[in-house]
């Protein structure tokens, strides 16, 4: 059995790794917007003037088919930074951040979403705020692109010495090789819960849909909310 000493040098590590991913996500995303993508916001200025000057129909429709690639190939860019770089998290909390994504899912699928999330996560530092984040849209997106489910439901509940994340949908399920085989992205997840001493169960069978439960420890961070923190429930969207 693992001692307590091993158990907190391994969170530790965990820990510092996934600060280091996220300053390399920082780092790339700069390099994104700064260089990439003022590079094809100026080629799109420049298609716009030489559209101008077409002499021929043939040239203006060749012109016009470019810039609507150039604009599908900009709005993929602009997905790209925010999936790289969570600004709302940064600019408007966790709470939000995890709103804005299930919206953003309803959006583009017309899943239904049932959110049960804390009224604020002030209490929690930055890196579980991070964490918690990343691992909702992990979640997502493997229900997105994987689940065919009608509805989605978000749970995340914060005690004095842990947070319990839940991501359930009512979609096809999958078996553990099906998730391995796929990449479902839960080694990642596996990671964050244990960068804070916590856990990750998955529960899913064929047709029957699935669930990711995580456990995150707040003791050993010193982080905590008092006990009955008042919960902001969101109905089926």
């Known amino acids: ?80 930074i925010a999936r790289l770089s969570p600004r709302v998290l940064e600019e408007l909390g966790l709470i939000t951040g995890i709103q804005k994504l299930a919206q953003l899912l309803t959006r583009h699928t017309g899943m239904k979403s049932r959110l049960s999330l804390p009224a604020e996560s002030a209490s929690l530092d930055h890196d579980l705020q991070v964490a918690i984040y990343r691992a909702v849209q992990e979640a997502l997106h493997n229900v997105a692109k994987h689940s065919r489910a009608s509805t989605f439901t978000v749970r995340l509940a914060v005690s004095r010495d842990k947070a319990v994340l839940e991501i359930e949908d009512d979609g096809v399920g999958f078996t553990p090789r099906t998730a391995a085989d796929r990449g479902f992205g839960l080694k990642g997840m596996q990671e964050r819960a244990t960068a804070f001493g916590g856990s990750l169960k998955v529960r899913s069978h064929p047709g029957k849909g699935a669930r990711v439960r995580l456990v995150f420890n707040l003791e050993e961070q010193g982080n905590h909310t008092p006990a009955g923190k008042s919960l902001r429930r969101a109905s089926a969207a």
């Open 1 to 80: 059995m693992s001692s307590s000493k091993e158990i907190e040098d391994v969170s530790d590590l965990s820990r510092k790794l996934l600060q280091a991913q996220e300053e390399e996500r920082r780092r790339i995303t700069r390099e994104l917007h700064d260089d990439t993508g003022q590079a094809l916001m100026v080629l799109r200025f420049q298609l716009e003037m030489v559209l101008g000057e077409a002499e021929n129909n043939e040239q203006k429709t060749k012109i016009q088919e470019s810039l609507a690639l150039l604009d599908r190939t900009i709005e993929a860019l602009r997905r790209i």
